[in-house]
């Protein structure tokens, strides 16, 4: 199939982009490189080396002689997105493209305002230059499990049959996110359902969990395939952080009690659940919610998991509860329903002490890359800054 990428530099859009021209698609990437000018206004960098997207695009080549297309422009400037679709024709469109750090959005306002606008207008676009030149084309596109927050029932995957004065309804899921950068995300859910709903396009939201990890089949090829690896404390993700600061000789940064559950996946298990999307579309009109995860944590649990992993590699690690920057429960219900993506075939790679040592291993590689000023919490959700 022709893909599109959007967001074909960062984490998670670089190893799809592989995993897919791999299985002999034919894919383009867009990236604006706003990820990696983010990293200078904060000071800080992927902890693993990475290479220019344009020699990241060589290396692919010369490696397994396949193609992947660049195109470098912002999703909120139209008159460069919009003939990149109009000449691509993509039959899918896999949607990364936008500011995905909930610290990040919590900055102050100028940071949140950037961040709905950037990710919600960005969408938008997305969804018109579909409906105007490929309306058949599927936007598979990532959403989170952060938009259901934590409701003391259990999650079901977008929508819920309620009973109400004797009469029955399937309605979209409640949403109680928990940063502006998470309630954009609800916002783009549900402008998109009214773009199916209107124009009859077909799209899947996937309600991602944290992912983890830093290598796949594809990364193997080369170092310099290699993806970003962030560990600060406004881009890092939970465990992919406390890894990092296992190896730096640092205290787990566990936040408040540590008792916040979320679900988790590997990043290897991000790739096939988007081409399993990508393979199974849903029906134009169609606007289909998947929870994309594998397991359920709570941020103890992981931290717990790391200690004993560390030691078994003969690291000494230590938990420290910091007061939390975060407005979010720390001891709550949590039980989200993922069956849709394990029904057409997802098989789950689970943690376990393999992966842990094998991220130990690669970030210990890079262990003098590590800044330890990046490391403690610098935003906080209960301050307005009006910067
Ligand atoms: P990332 O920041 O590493 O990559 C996002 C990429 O999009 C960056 O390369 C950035 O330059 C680009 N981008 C942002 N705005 C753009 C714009 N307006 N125009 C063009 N390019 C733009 O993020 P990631 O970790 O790879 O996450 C990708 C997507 O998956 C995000 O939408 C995120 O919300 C979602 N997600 C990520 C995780 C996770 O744990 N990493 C979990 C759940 C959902
Ligand atoms: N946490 C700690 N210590 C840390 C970092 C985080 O205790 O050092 C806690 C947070 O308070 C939170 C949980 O761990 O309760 C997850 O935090 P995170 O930073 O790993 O994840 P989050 O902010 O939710 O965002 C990440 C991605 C985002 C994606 C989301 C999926 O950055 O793009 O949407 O995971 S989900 O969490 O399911 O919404």
Redesign the pocket.
């Known amino acids: 199939m022709r893909i599109l990428v959007l967001g074909g530099d960062g984490y998670l859009g670089w190893p799809t982009a592989m995993y897919l021209s791999q299985r002999g698609h034919e894919v383009g990437v867009v990236d604006n490189f706003i990820r990696r000018t983010w990293d200078h206004e904060l000071g800080a960098e992927s902890l693993v080396p990475i290479a220019s997207l344009q020699e990241r695009v060589a290396v692919w080549e010369a490696v397994t002689g396949k193609r992947i297309e660049i195109h470098i422009g912002d999703l909120n400037d139209y008159t460069f997105f919009e003939p990149v679709v109009r000449d691509f024709k993509p039959e899918a469109i896999v949607h990364y493209g936008?500011q995905?750090?909930?610290?990040y959005s919590m900055i102050n306002r100028r940071h949140a305002v950037f961040t709905q606008v950037n990710n919600i207008a960005g969408t938008l676009n997305v969804a018109y230059a579909i409906a105007d030149h490929v309306p058949d084309c599927h936007l598979v596109k990532?959403?989170?499990?952060?938009?259901y927050g934590t409701p003391n029932i259990d999650i079901e995957e977008g929508y819920i049959t309620i009973e109400y004065k004797g009469r029955t309804d399937t309605l979209p899921y409640p949403k109680q996110?928990?940063?502006f950068?998470?309630l954009s995300?609800v916002h783009d859910s549900h402008n998109l359902m009214f773009c199916c709903k209107i124009w009859g396009l077909r799209a899947t939201d996937l309600?991602?969990?944290?992912?983890y990890g830093v290598d796949t089949d594809e990364i193997k090829f080369d170092e310099r395939l290699r993806t970003r690896f962030d560990y600060d404390?406004v881009?890092?993700?939970?465990?992919?952080?406390?890894l990092v600061?296992a190896v730096a000789g640092m205290p787990?940064?566990?936040?408040?009690k540590?008792g916040?559950t979320?679900?988790?996946l590997d990043i290897r298990d991000t790739l096939a659940c988007v081409e399993l999307a990508i393979l199974n579309p849903p029906a134009r009109g169609e606007f289909r919610v998947f929870n994309q995860?594998t397991e359920q944590f709570s941020?103890m649990d992981?931290?717990l998991a790391v200690q004993e992993t560390a030691r078994e590699c003969g690291l000494e690690v230590t938990i420290n509860n910091?007061p939390?920057?975060?407005v979010?429960s720390?001891q709550h219900y949590y039980n989200a329903i993922n069956t849709s993506l394990l029904k057409l075939g997802l098989q789950p790679r689970y943690l376990n002490d393999t992966l842990l040592e094998s991220v130990i291993h690669v970030v210990q590689q890079h262990k003098n890359r590590v800044n330890d000023t990046l490391?403690l919490?610098g935003v906080n959700w209960r301050q307005t800054v009006n910067g």
């Not at 990532?142 to 938009?147: A, D, H, Q, R």
């Not at 309600?207 to 992912?211: A, F, I, T």
């Not at 881009?235 to 406390?242: D, E, I, P």
Request: avoid cysteine; charge should be positive.
């Open positions: 936008e995905r750090s909930a610290p990532l959403g989170t499990m952060g938009e996110p928990g940063s950068y998470h995300k309600n991602q969990g944290v992912v404390g881009f890092g993700t939970v465990l992919n952080r406390f600061q787990l940064t566990v936040y408040g540590g916040q979320r679900g988790f995860f941020v992981l931290a910091l939390n920057p975060r979010e720390e490391i919490p």
